[in-house]
């Protein structure tokens, strides 16, 4: 006799039910937003449907405009179905930055595109804060946790206080072990940067230089000094006169950069030196240092992230900041919620997710940011 199939309670069991009307969901269902694009082959791969049956739903549910047809023979979906679940997902912020900010508003409206709530608190650039936001969160129940945090030393613990509640993690920009990581590939970043410092040079001052200024931030681990090794690798066998590097633990914020560059101009010679650094914030406090000591036009600076003080420093008539690489932190709000619904629904995803990045310069600035608005309200053109 063949074997009996388990009792449902749910709808699924129901004599009433009609199963092509099932089988049109269950192609509905695959479709997680009206941008997504999939074509027969991605809808038969996804839901095991026999083909001649998967192409006459799309074309019926096409025919009745709950679909739509685009980009040749792939089709997106004009409706927009509500998860049976109502998912919370926490976004523990670094600090109150630019950078921070621009994510948590990105977040923001993917939340709400995504029928997500969204629980936020802030970590203010502390172990201590980080780890008590984190059992706040635990007591509250959320369903996942995006972690901004730069403290490595304590990714482990926070790791575990969320293993043990049962809650994945994202972690942002700083990894954190069994968390799926979601930032730039840092040494890929590093490369850029060196090679717009190596043009930089080529242009003012005929590919020579004599330091490289590196501003580190060691308490976030070694992942993030890869921006850095990956920039002094490509310096390093540019065919150029010897240079002495110089490292400062800047902790990626601007003021103490600002005051360690100005003690180390304080007791070094007038050097050609190229800058760059963990990130904007850094590299704009370094470059305030040599304006400060009458040094300008013996440096060149790259910065990472392209955050918004970096692109007015961009559009100043003489900058010495050549360019920036951009991470676009504003995009990161739709892809951290698409990746968050993925580990909800237990969907097979990598260890790492790379944002993608470009070089912002004064040239190209105003292209990938054409409506910037700074301090005073001023846009500049």
């Known amino acids: 006799m063949p074997k009996e199939k388990p009792k449902d309670d749910t709808a699924q069991s129901s004599p009433y039910k009609l199963e092509t009307v099932t089988r049109a969901c269950t192609i509905l269902r695959e479709f997680e937003d009206d941008q997504q694009m999939l074509s027969l082959n991605d809808i038969v791969k996804r839901t095991g449907l026999e083909r001649t049956i998967c192409f006459r739903l799309l074309h019926t549910l096409e025919q009745e405009r709950f679909l ?71 007591k509250q129940r959320v369903d996942l946790v995006i972690e901004f945090q730069v403290y490595y030393r304590i990714g482990a613990q926070l790791s575990h206080l969320f293993e043990e509640a049962g809650i994945p993690v994202i972690a942002l920009e700083i990894p954190q072990p069994g968390a799926t990581f979601f930032g730039v590939d840092n040494y890929k970043v590093g490369v850029l940067a060196g090679k717009a410092l190596q043009q930089a040079a080529q242009r003012y001052w005929e590919g020579s230089f004599d330091e490289l200024l590196l501003l580190e931030v060691e308490i976030a681990g070694s992942l ?95 900058t010495r900041l050549v360019a920036s690489v951009g991470f676009f932190p504003e995009r990161y709000g739709t892809t951290l919620v698409r990746l968050a619904l993925d580990v909800l629904q237990h969907k097979s995803l990598p260890p790492a997710v790379y944002a993608p990045v470009e070089l912002i310069t004064p040239q190209n600035v105003d292209r990938f940011y054409p409506k910037d608005l700074f301090p005073g309200g001023d846009q500049l053109k």
């Open 68 to 138: 739509r047809r685009v980009a040749g023979r792939r089709y997106a979906a004009n409706i927009r179905l509500l998860t049976q679940k109502r998912f919370r997902i926490a976004y523990a912020s670094q600090t109150l930055d630019s950078f921070s900010n621009a994510v948590g508003q990105g977040l923001r409206w993917a939340a709400s595109e995504h029928q997500v709530d969204l629980v936020e608190v802030g970590n203010h650039y502390s172990a201590k804060t980080a780890l008590r936001n984190a059992d706040t969160l635990i």
């Open 224 to 318: 993030p000094h890869l921006r850095l090794s990956g920039a002094q690798s490509v310096l390093s066998k540019a065919p150029s006169n010897p240079f002495r590097i110089t490292h400062l633990e800047s902790r990626g914020e601007f003021l103490r950069s600002f005051e360690l560059t100005r003690k180390h101009l304080q007791t070094s010679p007038r050097r050609r030196t190229l800058i760059t650094g963990i990130n904007d914030f850094a590299v704009l406090g370094a470059l305030r240092a040599f304006d400060e000591a009458g040094r300008r036009d013996q440096c060149l600076a790259v910065g990472l992230a392209a955050i918004p003080e970096a692109r007015q420093e961009l559009r100043l008539p003489g």
